[in-house]
């Protein structure tokens, strides 16, 4: 039973070293730390690996060089198609599915609109990530 709770000890030592060691490729302006941090979207997202939902290099990748975006709500149905900044605006503040994970659908963070300028930071900021 030790030897049980030992490697349990270690593997999740490993895996918080391994979130530790996920720095951005590029600075992050303070605002945009600050409202990232303030919103909780670290317990979902990293910067270049995957945890709960996708890392942010590969979100900025995903969307490279699109226009529009398929917002869909809980249960996966397109409600619709928005310009791609206002349609990631839309899913982070209200949530929806179906884009990276059908298990898995990004939970709502702002569904009342009072952080919306501090969620247009964040996605301005990761759609502006460059190429990995």
């Known amino acids: 039973m030790l030897i049980r709770k030992v490697v349990v000890m270690f593997i999740s030592m490993g895996a918080s070293f391994a979130v530790w060691a996920d720095v ?3 600075p992050v302006p303070p605002d945009v730390a600050a409202a ?3 919103r909780g979207c670290e317990s979902c997202h ?3 690996t995957r945890k709960f939902g996708p890392a942010w290099d590969d979100v900025a990748d995903h969307y490279r060089g699109k226009k529009k975006y398929d917002y869909k709500a809980t ?3 397109t409600v619709e198609t928005l310009p791609l900044e206002e349609g ?3 899913k982070v503040s209200n949530g929806g599915e179906g884009v990276w994970s ?3 659908p990004m939970l709502a963070n702002d569904p009342t609109g009072v952080h919306k300028d501090e969620i247009t930071a964040i996605v301005k900021f990761i759609l502006s990530i460059p190429p990995k």
Do not use: D, F, Q, V
């Open 75 to 77: 249960g996966g149905k």
């Open 88 to 90: 990631l605006i839309k």
């Open 46 to 48: 990293a910067w270049t």
């Open 24 to 26: 951005p490729r590029i």
């Open 102 to 104: 059908k298990y898995m």
């Open 36 to 38: 990232i941090h303030e």
